[in-house]
C-alpha cells in the first residue's frame, strides 16, 4: 500500500494570483504576518468548531467573497477547470460552490476542536466523521497562500488506519490533494511564529457524485448535492 498518499502539483501564479488578491483585501505584504492586523488576545486560546471561522479575518475575506467577488469567483472556477482537465482528464466536474478560508494563528490551530477530543488531538478528525458528515466520495484540495510547514501545517494520516501523520509541506504555487474523508488529519498549536493562510475546497468526480446522500454539513447546514454544497461544470 503507498504509504503517503498525498499529491502535490504547481501552478501559474501570474494566471491564479490568488495570494496577490487576498493580500489586497488586508493590505499586507506578506500574508504570514496576518496576525498583526488582530488585538484581541482570546484568539490565542485553541479555536472550537464553532468560532474557528468568527475572527475579524475570516469575516473580511467572506463579506469580500458574498459581496460579487467576480475576481475570486472567476480564478476559483477557471482553477477548478485546470483540475478537472490537468489532473483528472475529465470534461465534467462537481466542486464545492465555495471554498473554505482558513488561517492557522501563532499559538493556535485551523480546525477547531470539540470537547470530547484528545488534548493531543484537538480538532484532528476524517470529514466523514458525525461533527462534519462529508460524503466518502468527495477528494480534498488544499491551496496554501503561505508557504508553511511542521506546526503551521496541516498532519495527514499517511493511509487510513496507519495511525501515522506526515505534515504537508505547503509552498505558494502548489496545491496538494489527499484523502481527507478517510484519513485522519488535523493540526498542532503553531509554534512559528507566523500564520498560515490557505484555502480548501472538495471536487467530486461526475462518476462517483450520489445524490441520494441526504447528510448536511454541520457547518452550513447545505446538503451535499449540486444546487446545496455544489456546483458542477
Same mark, same amino acid.
Given at each position: 500500500?503507498?504509504?503517503? !498518499? ?30 498583526? %492586523?488582530?488585538? !484581541?488576545?482570546?484568539f490565542n486560546n485553541l479555536f ?7 475572527? %475579524? ?29 490537468? $489532473? ?29 477530543? %484528545? ?34 501545517? $496541516? ?16 509552498? $505558494?504555487?502548489?496545491?496538494f490533494q489527499f484523502n481527507g ?6 493540526? !498542532? ?28 454539513s454541520k457547518i452550513t447546514s !447545505? ?11
Amino acid at each position: 500500500m503507498e504509504r503517503y !498518499k498525498v499529491k502535490y502539483f504547481s501552478y501559474d501564479q501570474k494566471k491564479f494570483p490568488f495570494e496577490k488578491i487576498v493580500k489586497d483585501i488586508y493590505n499586507i505584504d506578506h500574508l504570514n504576518e496576518i496576525h498583526l %492586523l488582530l488585538d !484581541k488576545p482570546e484568539f490565542n486560546n485553541l479555536f472550537t468548531n464553532q468560532n474557528d471561522d468568527t475572527t %475579524l479575518l475570516h469575516s473580511m475575506f467572506y463579506k469580500k467573497l458574498n459581496s460579487g467577488w467576480k475576481e475570486f469567483d472567476n480564478l476559483y472556477i477557471e482553477f477548478v477547470k485546470m483540475i478537472m482537465q490537468d $489532473v483528472f482528464g475529465e470534461d465534467s466536474i462537481i466542486y464545492q460552490a465555495s471554498p473554505t478560508f482558513r488561517v492557522q494563528l501563532p499559538n493556535n490551530i485551523a480546525v477547531g476542536g470539540n470537547e470530547k477530543d %484528545l488534548p493531543e488531538r484537538y480538532g484532528w478528525h476524517k470529514d466523514t466523521d458525525d461533527q462534519y458528515n462529508h460524503p466518502f466520495f468527495e477528494k480534498n484540495f488544499i491551496l496554501p497562500l503561505t508557504n508553511s510547514s511542521d506546526s503551521a501545517s $496541516v498532519y495527514i494520516e499517511t493511509f487510513p488506519n496507519s495511525d501515522e501523520f506526515i505534515p504537508a509541506t505547503m509552498k $505558494v504555487g502548489e496545491y496538494f490533494q489527499f484523502n481527507g474523508g478517510e484519513c485522519i488529519h488535523g493540526n !498542532k498549536p503553531n509554534i512559528t511564529g507566523k500564520s498560515r493562510v490557505s484555502l480548501d475546497f472538495r471536487l467530486v468526480l461526475s462518476s462517483d457524485y450520489n445524490d441520494a446522500y441526504s447528510k448536511a454539513s454541520k457547518i452550513t447546514s !447545505k446538503k451535499f448535492v449540486v444546487g446545496g454544497y455544489y456546483k458542477k461544470i
